[in-house]
Protein backbone atom coordinates (compact mmCIF):
# COMPACT_ATOMS: atom_id res chain seq x y z
CA UNK A 1 0.00 0.00 0.00
CA UNK A 2 3.17 2.41 0.77
CA UNK A 3 3.82 1.80 -3.51
CA UNK A 4 0.24 3.46 -3.68
CA UNK A 5 0.84 6.75 -2.05
CA UNK A 6 4.49 6.78 -3.29
CA UNK A 7 2.50 6.59 -7.31
CA UNK A 8 -0.04 9.39 -5.46
CA UNK A 9 2.98 11.53 -4.84
CA UNK A 10 5.08 10.41 -8.00
CA UNK A 11 1.74 11.30 -10.23
CA UNK A 12 1.52 14.61 -8.02
CA UNK A 13 4.87 16.09 -9.00
CA UNK A 14 4.52 14.91 -12.21
CA UNK A 15 1.32 17.16 -12.47
CA UNK A 16 3.25 20.06 -10.92
CA UNK A 17 5.90 19.56 -13.64
CA UNK A 18 2.95 19.97 -16.23
CA UNK A 19 1.52 23.43 -14.59
CA UNK A 20 -1.28 22.18 -12.50
CA UNK A 21 -1.44 23.93 -9.07
CA UNK A 22 -1.42 22.26 -5.75
CA UNK A 23 -4.87 22.01 -5.56
CA UNK A 24 -5.77 20.74 -8.72
CA UNK A 25 -3.34 17.99 -8.06
CA UNK A 26 -5.58 17.19 -4.68
CA UNK A 27 -8.04 17.24 -6.55
CA UNK A 28 -6.57 14.62 -9.16
CA UNK A 29 -5.34 12.24 -6.64
CA UNK A 30 -9.15 12.38 -4.28
CA UNK A 31 -10.97 11.71 -7.44
CA UNK A 32 -8.34 8.54 -7.94
CA UNK A 33 -9.53 7.91 -4.25
CA UNK A 34 -12.75 7.88 -4.85
CA UNK A 35 -12.29 5.13 -7.62
CA UNK A 36 -10.25 3.08 -5.43
CA UNK A 37 -13.33 3.23 -2.93
CA UNK A 38 -15.39 2.23 -5.95
CA UNK A 39 -13.30 -0.38 -6.94
CA UNK A 40 -13.40 -1.92 -3.24
CA UNK A 41 -9.89 -1.17 -2.05
CA UNK A 42 -9.96 0.75 0.63
CA UNK A 43 -6.53 0.69 1.39
CA UNK A 44 -5.48 2.88 -2.11
CA UNK A 45 -8.14 5.14 -1.87
CA UNK A 46 -6.76 5.92 2.07
CA UNK A 47 -3.49 6.46 0.51
CA UNK A 48 -5.17 8.84 -2.58
CA UNK A 49 -6.81 10.57 0.04
CA UNK A 50 -3.76 11.24 1.89
CA UNK A 51 -1.84 12.12 -0.65
CA UNK A 52 -4.45 14.83 -1.50
CA UNK A 53 -4.33 16.39 2.35
CA UNK A 54 -0.75 16.77 1.90
CA UNK A 55 -1.13 18.54 -1.10
CA UNK A 56 -4.13 20.77 0.62
CA UNK A 57 -4.47 20.06 4.36
CA UNK A 58 -7.57 21.95 4.36
CA UNK A 59 -9.51 19.72 1.25
CA UNK A 60 -12.53 19.49 2.67
CA UNK A 61 -13.49 16.14 0.30
CA UNK A 62 -10.51 14.55 0.72
CA UNK A 63 -10.68 15.34 4.72
CA UNK A 64 -14.41 13.70 4.81
CA UNK A 65 -13.82 10.56 2.55
CA UNK A 66 -10.97 9.85 4.57
CA UNK A 67 -12.99 10.15 7.46
CA UNK A 68 -16.05 7.64 6.11
CA UNK A 69 -13.85 5.13 4.67
CA UNK A 70 -12.45 4.47 8.46
CA UNK A 71 -16.40 3.93 9.06
CA UNK A 72 -16.83 2.23 6.25
CA UNK A 73 -13.77 0.34 5.26
CA UNK A 74 -14.95 -3.31 6.39
CA UNK A 75 -18.01 -2.91 3.82
CA UNK A 76 -16.12 -1.61 1.34
CA UNK A 77 -13.32 -4.15 1.34
CA UNK A 78 -16.15 -7.17 1.50
CA UNK A 79 -17.62 -5.62 -1.82
CA UNK A 80 -14.15 -5.75 -3.24
CA UNK A 81 -13.89 -9.10 -3.01
CA UNK A 82 -17.25 -9.50 -3.98
CA UNK A 83 -16.12 -7.74 -7.13
CA UNK A 84 -13.31 -10.21 -7.86
CA UNK A 85 -15.95 -13.24 -8.20
CA UNK A 86 -17.41 -11.23 -10.75
CA UNK A 87 -14.18 -10.85 -12.89
CA UNK A 88 -13.84 -14.58 -13.08
CA UNK A 89 -15.69 -16.26 -15.82
CA UNK A 90 -16.31 -19.97 -15.61
CA UNK A 91 -17.02 -21.59 -18.75
CA UNK A 92 -18.61 -24.73 -18.03
CA UNK A 93 -20.28 -25.80 -14.37
CA UNK A 94 -22.14 -28.85 -14.42
CA UNK A 95 -23.38 -30.63 -11.58
CA UNK A 96 -25.83 -33.53 -11.06
CA UNK A 97 -27.05 -34.21 -7.67
CA UNK A 98 -24.15 -32.72 -5.82
CA UNK A 99 -23.69 -31.83 -2.35
CA UNK A 100 -23.32 -27.84 -1.46
CA UNK A 101 -19.53 -28.96 -0.27
CA UNK A 102 -18.89 -30.82 -3.73
CA UNK A 103 -20.26 -27.70 -5.56
CA UNK A 104 -18.13 -25.15 -3.78
CA UNK A 105 -15.18 -27.55 -4.08
CA UNK A 106 -15.50 -27.57 -7.28
CA UNK A 107 -16.19 -23.78 -7.77
CA UNK A 108 -12.93 -23.31 -6.14
CA UNK A 109 -11.02 -25.52 -8.42
CA UNK A 110 -12.63 -23.72 -11.64
CA UNK A 111 -11.97 -20.46 -10.13
CA UNK A 112 -8.41 -20.88 -9.31
CA UNK A 113 -7.88 -22.55 -13.22
CA UNK A 114 -9.84 -19.75 -14.63
CA UNK A 115 -7.73 -16.93 -13.30
CA UNK A 116 -4.44 -18.52 -13.44
CA UNK A 117 -4.07 -19.20 -9.53
CA UNK A 118 -5.22 -15.48 -8.82
CA UNK A 119 -8.27 -16.06 -7.23
CA UNK A 120 -8.62 -19.30 -4.77
CA UNK A 121 -11.70 -18.37 -2.50
CA UNK A 122 -11.46 -20.38 1.19
CA UNK A 123 -15.43 -21.52 0.94
CA UNK A 124 -16.31 -22.09 4.62
CA UNK A 125 -19.93 -23.45 5.14
CA UNK A 126 -21.82 -22.72 8.70
CA UNK A 127 -24.64 -24.61 9.20
CA UNK A 128 -24.76 -26.33 12.57
CA UNK A 129 -28.47 -27.74 12.14
CA UNK A 130 -26.75 -29.12 9.18
CA UNK A 131 -29.47 -27.80 7.46
CA UNK A 132 -27.91 -27.10 4.05
CA UNK A 133 -25.93 -30.87 4.12
CA UNK A 134 -28.64 -32.85 2.62
CA UNK A 135 -29.50 -30.18 -0.30
CA UNK A 136 -28.75 -31.73 -3.71
CA UNK A 137 -27.48 -29.51 -6.63
CA UNK A 138 -27.83 -30.06 -10.30
CA UNK A 139 -27.17 -27.13 -12.77
CA UNK A 140 -26.08 -26.71 -16.45
CA UNK A 141 -24.28 -23.25 -16.35
CA UNK A 142 -21.97 -21.55 -19.06
CA UNK A 143 -19.76 -18.96 -19.36
CA UNK A 144 -20.97 -17.63 -16.18
CA UNK A 145 -19.15 -15.16 -13.91
CA UNK A 146 -18.20 -16.95 -10.02
CA UNK A 147 -20.30 -14.38 -8.73
CA UNK A 148 -23.63 -15.92 -10.18
CA UNK A 149 -22.83 -19.65 -10.24
CA UNK A 150 -22.53 -18.94 -6.45
CA UNK A 151 -26.10 -17.08 -6.38
CA UNK A 152 -27.36 -20.27 -8.10
CA UNK A 153 -26.17 -22.50 -6.07
CA UNK A 154 -27.19 -20.61 -2.86
CA UNK A 155 -30.56 -20.13 -4.06
CA UNK A 156 -30.99 -23.70 -5.01
CA UNK A 157 -30.09 -24.48 -0.94
CA UNK A 158 -31.33 -22.14 0.31
CA UNK A 159 -28.25 -20.41 1.78
CA UNK A 160 -26.82 -17.26 1.74
CA UNK A 161 -23.30 -15.77 1.40
CA UNK A 162 -21.24 -13.54 3.41
CA UNK A 163 -17.77 -11.80 1.84
CA UNK A 164 -15.35 -12.22 4.67
CA UNK A 165 -11.82 -11.31 4.75
CA UNK A 166 -10.25 -14.56 4.35
CA UNK A 167 -12.95 -16.63 3.30
CA UNK A 168 -16.48 -16.65 1.38
CA UNK A 169 -18.42 -18.11 4.36
CA UNK A 170 -22.26 -19.72 3.08
CA UNK A 171 -24.65 -19.96 5.71
CA UNK A 172 -28.64 -21.17 5.96
CA UNK A 173 -31.00 -18.16 5.13
Do not use: C, W
Amino acid sequence: MKNTLTLAVALALVSQVLGQSPGQQAEALYQKGLAAEKAGDPAAARDFYKGALKLDPKNPNATYSLGQLKLNSPALAAKGREAKFGRVVIPVFQLDQATLQEALTGLSVIMEKESKGGETPNFVIEDPKALLATQKISLNLKNMPAKMVLKYLTDQTGAKVRYDEHAVVISPR
